[in-house]
């Protein structure tokens, strides 16, 4: 079915009128109509009702409708991408990422990447934690570089393994446990605990309240952050200690110390994650670069 004709529909369809709609498309009445009358024929159904002078759209016609538009966009938006490729066009790769965790993996990735794609122009975006995934479900992002602790993120993304953390306890440098190498969980019930917040952090925040529910840790030691790098600062100003990865530990003062959790149960992936359906082929040629500079 040639795009055209589903282009002529979606004319006459905000017309409603055969004859004005082949003057805007400068083809004569006859040829309009024998257009539409293929389009009924091959889906075998009646897209419009005609009437002596206007037409109305049938109500399967109104559903092909926006069939119609949805097909057109993906052929336009699909074209575009593939002339901005061949011609050198600049094209836009847009890339949600964690901060302290993927940041030293993120500047030689880029630098690789402007090398080879210089007509590819990176757009750059620091979230929380909760925000990635949302915003790359929208087609906000194209790429995020993220925890891995939503796992139905795996039914409509693809991944590519960064590398491997682990949550720590972030306490005072003053505090009684600071020198010590690793430290359990039970060993905090004393504590009072800054925790991720639920609303902000999804699957992280399932993560450690799992840990911490096992533990059975009262609600009122529990103190919940809206923001990772801003619990670091709550620690330092005496609220509690922290549950946070230990990647944190890169933009973290010298005030407070990192102390890993005994057990391998802490350790998490941080993954690069796109959408199956991302048509953008700047994705792969950034995770061709992400691969590169971790051999």
């Known amino acids: ?14 017309n409603l009128n055969f004859s004005k709609t082949a003057r805007q498309l400068y083809i004569t009445q006859s040829v309009l109509s024998k257009h ?3 389009l009924e024929r091959k889906i075998g159904l009646t897209l419009l009702i005609r009437g002596h002078h206007n037409v109305e759209l049938t109500d399967v016609g109104k559903l092909f409708l926006k069939e119609a538009i949805a097909i057109v966009n993906r052929y336009d938006e699909g074209m575009k991408k593939v002339k901005m490729a061949v011609y050198g066009i600049k094209m836009e790769l847009k890339i949600g990422y964690l901060y302290a965790s993927t940041r030293d993996i993120l500047v030689p990735a880029m630098q690789l990447f402007k090398k080879y794609y210089p007509h590819i122009e990176l757009k750059l975006m620091a979230c929380e934690y909760g925000k990635l995934a949302q915003k790359l ?9 993220t925890a891995d602790f939503d796992k139905d993120i795996l039914f409509w993304c693809d991944t590519y393994k960064l590398y491997e953390d682990e949550l720590c306890v972030v306490v005072r440098k003053d505090h009684p446990l600071a020198k010590r190498k690793n430290i359990t969980i039970h060993e905090l019930n004393s504590e009072r605990i800054l925790m991720p917040s639920n609303e902000n952090f999804n699957g992280y925040a399932t993560f450690v309240n799992e840990i911490f529910n096992s533990e059975k840790l009262s609600q009122d030691r529990k103190l919940r952050y809206k923001c990772a790098g801003s619990s670091l600062l709550m620690v330092e100003a005496g609220y509690g200690a922290a549950i946070v990865p230990q990647k944190l530990k890169t933009i973290a003062s010298e005030k407070i110390c990192f102390i890993p959790l005994r057990g391998n149960q802490y350790s998490f992936d941080v993954i690069a994650a796109w959408r199956k359906v991302n048509n953008n082929p700047a994705v792969k040629k950034f995770i061709q670069m992400l691969s590169d500079i971790q051999i």
């Open 1 to 14: 079915m040639p795009i055209s004709i589903l282009r002529e529909f979606i004319v006459l369809s905000k």
């Open 36 to 38: 539409i009358a293929l």
């Open 137 to 145: 479900k929208n087609n906000d992002l194209d790429l995020i570089l």
